[in-house]
């Protein structure tokens, strides 16, 4: 169990780390989110990350408020860690942005105030 | 055999002793309460048919050309079941097998079937996986029964589980060396030369008795090896020639005495060494796998804590830190140990993977993660019992202190000797770090919860809530929750509030699936006598190894609530499989394949119920959950085990 918790914890650290490095803030490609959507499953991404991106042991949180493009672009195809790199042969370039669009759409969780199991 | 067998009366020399007797019984009056040699007696008293012969006998039936005698007052087997009791073993784990049939008779019959408790299992990996959670509650080993061949080979995984997993299970299995007393076929294929050769691997000791006063000896050595630390599980043959002979009126087997055996602590210079590096320590990070093997090492490990104001990471292994204490900062454990300049790691499976990071890429590379100067202390019982062929030792980590004994043993001393250094100087500037980190569990908590909070609504239900409509539940009870936790992101430790011993028992060890579903019945068992509530959030994959042991819990009347962690996969795997698919560029599409267990999706509340079980599911919409629970719970107080069926997100 230890090892599978400090990987956790590693993949965890690592994609909080993208948040906040110095990748280049470009502009997002347009996508269709709900193309994304299906993708998101269809390739995956659910499997570590959740339907909605909220992240958990096997896989960092993606969304809401995802990361810029260009760190999401970067860890699919030359992945950190243990995540399977994701190289344009199977997942191409308007596929990646249709996936984004998708994180993009998830919405804000209401508020941990609200949740009246959270407060106890 | 020992001197005392061949010259005993076994069991064919008894019969054709005995043969004698009989014979002259024949000739003699009826005898009234004398069941077996009068009533042929009586018979030819009362009747108009005269007796055959033993001759005529022997022809018309095949017997031996001797009258048999088909009864006997005593059996090994009653001997062997004293020695049981005397070890305070309350349960056997079971499925019933004839290689051990006597001593099963033995159980409920001589021994009453109370302490030990017969305990039917469904299969064997089902016995073990209970007798492996059972120890993690109650400290102390159950029994379990097997056959010594086809019985141990379904048992195998089990007892390697609790091999890695540092846990007590003892073992007793039927075989039959002497070949000129086996029954033609199958006892012929269920006998075995070497018995315990197939686990030796991963068990601490085995013996095969060759008379009762050996059996007793090492009944007695096997309980004692397998309750010192370094735990694990021990093995004895139950040969069925001693189980099932009468014990020789000439042979008085004597129980030895179980000595109270003193954990190992560790070197007391050691301890001083440790002790100085972490008071000198300005960051140091107190890593806790198997810290704690009974109720006082909690304790134990708070005031180390608290007496260095470090902080702790909890890895697991067992309920080692209460979750809402201050010094609780599982939840950056890897940044902690990056900025560790001491580490001292109890207890630890893997303290090289603690302080590497290692890509499981197409060229797997590692790399350190620690300081070049940080000093690692190892505190652990295991290195007292390596063995070579099973690599559960994991990569020879670096450190710069290694006590070899018990945590626990050893941590009164270590907290005296941190005490000891701790001047008013030091201590101020400790209590400072302590209030650092207060403020950063309060974050953990903080951020735990938000993160808890994304997917709050989303069907399939996320694993975040289902551990809090869960804990809803149950916060106000005397709970333990039994099963692992890894399969649903550890929410359970980031959010509940985790104070005692029994309310988390770690993993399976040696990561087997199939352990989850038998060890939290066994956990449950242990705890029925308490009135806790036992949960288990039950992985679905893991449940279809061995389902039968839900008929036992129902059986036995063990209450418990399991909660499905209803993935519809072996999700692990399907990770496995997108690895390898999408290194070679095929993409991940078909990763589902051999992975998923779905098409039928599997009623799991049915299936509970065709066991005895209430049951309710599959719940898909998280709003149903609640409810569903509050109604198991109910069950589950009136003494019964109940299941909810949840749907859930993968992890």
């Known amino acids: 169990m230890s090892t599978r918790f400090i990987l956790g914890a590693t993949v965890v650290a690592a994609v909080l780390s993208l948040g906040t490095a110095a990748w280049a803030q470009g502009a997002a490609p347009s996508g269709n989110a709900d193309q994304g959507k299906r993708l998101f499953v269809n390739d995956g991404c659910y499997q570590c990350h959740g339907y909605v991106g909220q992240g958990g042991n096997a896989g960092p949180r993606l969304a809401p408020a995802p990361v810029a493009f260009e760190a999401f672009s970067k860890q699919l195809r030359e992945p950190q860690h243990d995540m399977p790199p994701y190289g344009e042969k199977i997942l191409s370039d308007k596929d990646a942005a249709d996936i984004y669009a998708y994180l993009q759409t998830v919405p804000k969780p209401p508020a941990v105030k609200d949740i009246p199991l959270l407060n106890q | ?651």
């Open chain 2, 1 to 651: 055999m020992s001197k005392t067998s061949r010259t005993g009366v076994d069991r064919r020399k008894f019969l054709k002793g005995a043969a004698l007797a009989g014979a002259a019984t024949l000739a003699a009056p009826p005898v009234p309460g004398q069941a077996q040699s009068t009533a042929p007696a009586a018979g030819a008293a009362a009747g108009s048919t005269p007796l055959p012969t033993a001759q005529t006998a022997a022809a018309e039936t095949g017997a031996p050309a001797h009258v048999r005698v088909l009864t006997q007052e005593t059996c090994g087997s009653d001997f062997m079941v004293d020695c049981i009791k005397s070890l305070g073993i309350e349960y056997i784990c079971s499925n019933p097998g004839s290689s051990f049939r006597s001593l099963q008779d033995s159980i409920i019959t001589y021994g009453g079937n109370k302490s030990p408790e017969f305990i039917m299992c469904c299969h064997e990996e089902s016995s073990v996986g209970m007798a492996h959670g059972y120890a993690k509650i109650e400290g102390k080993p159950a029994g379990v029964f097997a056959h010594g061949t086809v019985g141990l080979q379904h048992a195998a995984m089990g007892i390697y589980n609790a091999y890695c997993d540092r846990v007590p299970v003892y073992m007793v299995i039927g075989n039959g060396l002497d070949a000129t007393k086996r029954r033609p076929g199958v006892e012929w294929l269920h006998t075995v030369q070497d018995a315990c050769a197939m686990v030796r691997d991963f068990t601490k000791w085995d013996d095969t008795p060759a008379s009762l006063q050996h059996f007793a000896e090492s009944a007695v050595r096997a309980y004692k090896i397998a309750t010192t630390p370094p735990m694990e599980p021990v093995v004895l043959v139950a040969d069925g020639e001693l189980q099932e002979n009468p014990i020789p009126p000439d042979e008085k087997p004597r129980i030895p005495k179980l000595p109270r055996t003193a954990p190992p602590q560790g070197d007391s210079g050691a301890v001083a060494e440790a002790a100085k590096l972490l008071v000198d320590a300005e960051n140091p990070v107190i890593l806790a796998d198997r810290c704690a093997r009974t109720p006082a090492g909690i304790g134990l490990l708070v005031q180390l804590a608290e007496a260095l104001q470090a902080p702790v990471c909890d890895l697991g292994g067992r309920m080692n830190f209460p979750s809402r204490h201050p010094l609780n900062q599982s939840n950056r454990t890897r940044a902690l140990v990056q900025q560790a300049d001491v580490i001292l790691g109890i207890e630890m499976t893997d303290f090289w993977g603690a302080t590497n990071e290692f890509e499981d890429q197409l060229h797997r590379t590692s790399k350190s993660v620690i300081k070049d100067a940080t000093k690692r202390i190892s505190l652990s019982s295991t290195d007292l019992n390596h063995k070579s062929n099973y690599q559960d030792f994991e990569r020879f980590a670096d450190v710069d202190v290694a006590i070899t004994g018990d945590a626990e043993a050893t941590l009164p001393a270590l907290i005296e000797a941190v005490k000891r250094q701790i001047d008013a100087g030091r201590r101020s500037t400790l209590d400072d770090r302590g209030r650092k980190l207060g403020a950063a569990h309060k974050g953990l908590l903080e951020r735990a919860r938000a993160d808890a909070a994304v997917g709050w609504d989303a069907s399939p239900i996320s694993t975040a809530r289902m551990c809090m409509e869960v804990w809803n539940q149950i916060k106000g009870e005397d709970w333990s929750m039994v099963s692992p936790t890894g399969g649903v992101s550890r929410w359970p430790q980031r959010l509940w509030d985790f104070q005692k011993h029994y309310q988390h028992i770690g993993d399976s060890g040696g990561y087997g699936v199939g352990y989850a579903a038998p060890s939290s019945v066994g956990a449950a068992l242990a705890n029925r006598k308490y009135g806790r509530l036992t949960v288990s959030i039950q992985p679905d994959g893991d449940l279809m190894y061995a389902p039968g042991v839900l008929w036992t819990a129902a059986h036995h009347r063990i209450p418990m609530l399991a909660v499905m962690h209803n993935n519809r996969a072996y999700h692990q795997e399907v990770m496995h499989l997108q690895r390898m698919s999408n290194r070679r560029n095929r993409g991940v599409e078909m990763a589902s394949v051999g992975c998923a267990i779905t098409g039928p999706n599997i009623d799991y509340a049915k299936l509970a119920q065709s066991m005895g079980w209430y049951a309710e599911g599959p719940i898909s919409d998280p709003k149903d959950l609640g409810p569903a629970l509050q109604r198991a719970i109910a069950v589950v107080k009136r003494g019964e085990p109940a299941m909810v069926d949840v749907v859930t997100q993968p992890r």
